[in-house]
T-cell receptor, first 114, second 111 residues
Framework: EAGVTQFPSHSVIEKGQTVTLRCDPI?????LYWYRRVMGKEIKFLLH????????ESGMPNNRFLAERTGGTYSTLKVQPAELEDSGVYFC????????????FGPGTRLTVL | SQELEQSPQSLIVQEGKNLTINCTSS?????LYWYKQKYGEGLIFLMM???GGEEKSHEKITAKLDEKKQQSSLHITASQPSHAGIYLC???????????WGAGTKLIIKP
């Protein structure tokens, strides 16, 4: 069974540009999560989708970040315009049932904003 | 301040020796997870602990959760090179299943 995949694995952009990260969850997983890890710090929650609906977006840092999950399958996270402090590793995770199942993480996308 | 305090930040251990990594919260947790990350790979789930006093083992790794569900330890017996990596503890802070994480412990095994 394929795991959670993320694309790209690494992105380097200039401040002010736009970047879109993609996450493909494990097939059949209704729950999809985005996390961010700034270098040297702990991973922080960004938001949680249940199918195509945003269950919890309390971790989204500001309105420069937009997450979508049209059709309840893959998800995208757009950063527009990117700032230096957005650099870090963005993880996506999915789970079938948050009450019973652990979250399975993707390999992450390393974003570098110059 | 971090909601999950993980210690130590890094650890260098001679192959064959035992080691322990700790994860502490100031609040009672709903669930505690241990993950391992190798460079360039996704986080690998190790164990989940949900009940106070629970202990689980897999191969040479044992994880425990205290009765108050505020502290967990991960113990590796007779460490091997394959154990090297970054160990992360994560926890469900509340019933909304929002994960919180420790800062990670980088484990290096010396041959």
């Amino acid at each position: 069974e394929a795991g959670v995949t993320q694309f790209p694995s690494h992105s380097v952009i200039e401040k002010g540009q736009t970047v879109t990260l993609r996450c493909d969850p494990i097939s059949g997983h209704d729950n999809l999560y985005w996390y961010r890890r700034v270098m040297g710090k702990e991973i922080k929650f960004l938001l949680h989708f249940v199918k195509e609906s945003k269950q919890d977006e309390s971790g989204m840092p500001n309105n420069r970040f937009l997450a979508e999950r049209t059709g309840g399958t893959y998800s995208t996270l757009k950063v527009q315009p990117a700032e230096l402090e957005d650099s870090g590793v963005y993880f996506c995770a999915s789970s079938q049932d948050p009450r019973l199942d652990t979250q399975y993480f993707g390999p992450g996308t390393r974003l570098t904003v110059l | 301040s971090q909601e999950l305090e993980q210690s130590p930040q890094s650890l260098i251990v001679q192959e064959g020796k035992n080691l322990t990594i700790n994860c502490t919260s100031s609040k009672t947790l709903y669930g505690l997870y241990w993950y391992k990350q190798k460079y360039g790979e996704g986080l690998i789930f190790l164990m989940m602990l949900q009940k106070g006093g629970e202990e689980k083992s897999h191969e040479k790794i044992t994880a425990k959760l205290d009765e108050k569900k505020q502290q967990s330890s991960l113990h590796i017996t007779a460490s091997q090179p394959s154990h090297a990596g970054i160990y992360l503890c994560g926890a469900d802070r509340d019933s909304n299943y929002q994960l919180i994480w420790g800062a990670g412990t980088k484990l290096i095994i010396k041959p």
